[in-house]
């Protein structure tokens, strides 16, 4: 399965951005598709994850409320909303995808993914 993912660009804080992650291949394959963030000089860090059939998505405490996750099977993407966003939400922001089975309190790990998207940047000003 192979992923690009899209939207990022430039935002004042307070504003608002929807990445996009379209899966193409076997996509038949997938079971969760994941959103992590890298920002300068940090490790990577997971930011929210959901199913491929469109369950109630996991989210990291510095996300909730501002972010959303969804996903459109018929155009195999998953989006990422993201709302009142803040510098320090600044950062690369990757999509991933699990394919193998894998407890879904996994899913907040880097190690459950087998593929990952090139990345998208979200630069926000103060």
């Known amino acids: 399965v192979q992923l690009q993912a899209s939207g990022g660009g430039l935002v004042q804080a307070g504003g608002s951005l929807r990445l996009s992650c379209v899966a193409s291949?076997?996509?038949?394959?997938?079971?969760?598709m994941g959103w992590f963030r890298q920002a300068p000089g940090k490790e990577r860090e997971f930011v929210s994850a959901?199913?491929?059939?469109?369950?109630?998505?996991k989210y990291a405490d510095f996300v909730k409320g501002r972010f959303t996750s969804s996903i459109n099977n018929a155009k195999n993407t998953v989006y990422l909303g993201m709302s009142d966003l803040k510098p320090e939400d600044t950062a690369v922001y990757y999509c991933?995808?699990?394919?193998?089975?894998?407890?879904?309190?996994?899913?907040?790990?880097?190690?459950?993914?087998?593929?990952w998207g090139p990345g998208t940047q979200v630069t926000v000003s103060s």
């Open positions: 959901i199913t491929w059939s469109g369950g109630v998505p």
């Open positions: 991933a995808v699990q394919l193998r089975y894998a407890k879904w309190r996994q899913c907040s790990l880097e190690s459950v993914y087998d593929s």
């Open positions: 291949g076997r996509t038949f394959r997938v079971n969760t």
